[in-house]
Nanobody
């Protein structure tokens, strides 16, 4: 099983960034997919979730209206479009997979290695 994130980097406040997570080794279309972020020294934070078909999404209050999660089951890929980025969005962003919906990372079956997002002028 592999989850490989990409698309992170340094961006100025107010700009946009799109993260991708390519999945392999499991039946991607049967899993909920998640984005979670973590700042060193702090607990990881649920960011967004999407169900197997893409018809149900959920977001943390801190990103609602700015971030959009989507998926392409034909490409085994999940995306996180991040708009109007703020310095407080700076973190390592991880994608994860689970067979059920949960905002608790302990429920997730698979994790990627993470990609750094830094929002700074």
């Amino acid at each position: 099983v592999q989850l490989v994130e990409s698309g992170g980097g340094l961006v100025q406040p107010g700009r946009s960034l799109r993260l991708s997570c390519a999945a392999s080794g499991f039946t991607f279309s049967s899993y909920w997919m998640y984005w979670v972020r973590q700042v060193p020294g702090k607990e990881r934070e649920f960011v967004a979730a999407i169900n197997w078909s893409g018809g149900i999404t959920a977001y943390a209050d801190s990103v609602k209206g700015r971030f959009t999660i989507s998926r392409d089951n034909a490409k085994n890929t999940v995306y996180l479009q991040m708009n109007s980025l703020k310095p407080e969005d700076t973190a390592v962003y991880y994608c994860a997979a689970a067979t059920k919906m949960s905002r608790a990372g302990s429920a997730y079956d698979y994790w990627g290695q993470g990609t750094q997002v830094t929002v700074s002028s």
